[in-house]
């Protein structure tokens, strides 16, 4: 059982018999009154958001899901392509599947992909990734000046803000929590 004491960004529960994941959340401690949890909520079959309030100490259920380990092959017309490094099966999931995700995704990733009653229903990244900066405006010698950022294209397609330094070709770490910049990696 989780109570809402436990929530953090990812955590799967089970509301009215569905399977949920928490997109979102916000503990709200009003002057007056009782504590509540505001969340955001994905359905993992169906896709469609929810949000809910909760009072300070509800229980839910745990959906049961499986992990299973699998690389990211490619990605064509029919979506994101996964291999389980053991058996070779293989299995495709849509950019609506995989949302926000999908942005941190390059050939070859270890990611943990999400069954729900043997259905894909979703994946589970790293914490962080190392993404190659593919297009951004040029950085100057010198320009170090801390919180001034400018945005950068990620080979993936994703932009992230980064500080002014970093240029075409650097590799970047950045927090597949939240898709924020992190640091610049050294190349070797």
Do not use: W
């Not at 229903?121 to 990734?129: A, N, Q, R, T």
């Not at 803000?161 to 650097?170: A, F, R, S, Y």
């Amino acid at each position: 059982m989780h109570a809402t004491s436990d929530f953090k960004k990812g955590l799967k529960l089970l509301i009215d018999g569905e399977p949920y994941t928490i997109v979102d959340f916000q503990h709200v401690k009003p002057g007056k009154g009782n504590q509540f949890t505001r969340t955001k909520l994905k359905n993992l079959i169906t896709g469609s958001n929810l949000e809910r309030t909760f009072k300070s100490g509800e229980k839910f259920g745990v959906p049961d899901v499986v992990y299973k380990d699998m690389g990211f092959l490619y990605k064509d017309d029919n979506g994101f392509n996964f291999m389980d490094q053991t058996s070779f099966e293989q299995l495709s999931l849509s950019e609506e599947l995989l949302g926000e995700d999908a942005n941190f995704l390059v050939e070859n990733m270890e990611v943990k992909v999400c069954l729900f009653n043997d259905r894909a229903v979703g994946i589970e990244l790293p914490k962080s990734v190392v993404l190659k900066v593919a297009q951004t405006d040029p950085g100057f010698k010198g320009n170090t000046v801390s919180n001034t950022f400018k945005p950068a294209t990620m080979e993936t397609g994703y932009v992230v803000q980064v500080p002014l330094h970093i240029n075409e070709g650097d590799l970047l770490k950045i927090n597949t929590t939240d898709g924020t910049y992190v640091e610049r990696v050294s190349q070797k």
